[in-house]
């Protein structure tokens, strides 16, 4: 459970982090991170129901 809960957790290597704090670190809302996931700006993985975005996408989108 704690999975799901806001932590990023791995899947195949890659960090995965929840939708909220996703939008938290590019400090958008969860609508624009939406919005962006519907243009193919960002590309979430679903997972048991839950929404998540790879780290390493959010980085780019950082400029890191």
Same mark, same amino acid.
């Given at each position: 459970?704690?999975?799901?809960?806001?932590?990023?957790?791995?899947?195949?290597?890659?960090? %995965?982090?929840? @939708?909220?704090?996703?939008?938290?670190? +590019?400090?958008?809302? *969860?609508?624009?991170?939406?919005?962006?996931?519907?243009?193919?700006? %960002?590309?979430? @993985?679903?997972?048991?129901?839950?929404? +998540?975005?790879?780290? *390493?996408?959010?980085?780019?989108?950082?400029?890191?």
């Amino acid at each position: 459970k704690e999975f799901y809960n806001h932590i990023a957790k791995e899947k195949k290597g890659e960090t %995965l982090v929840s @939708q909220t704090k996703a939008a938290e670190q +590019l400090g958008v809302t *969860s609508s624009t991170m939406y919005r962006w996931a519907s243009k193919g700006l %960002l590309h979430p @993985q679903k997972i048991g129901g839950k929404v +998540l975005f790879r780290q *390493s996408e959010l980085d780019k989108l950082k400029g890191i």
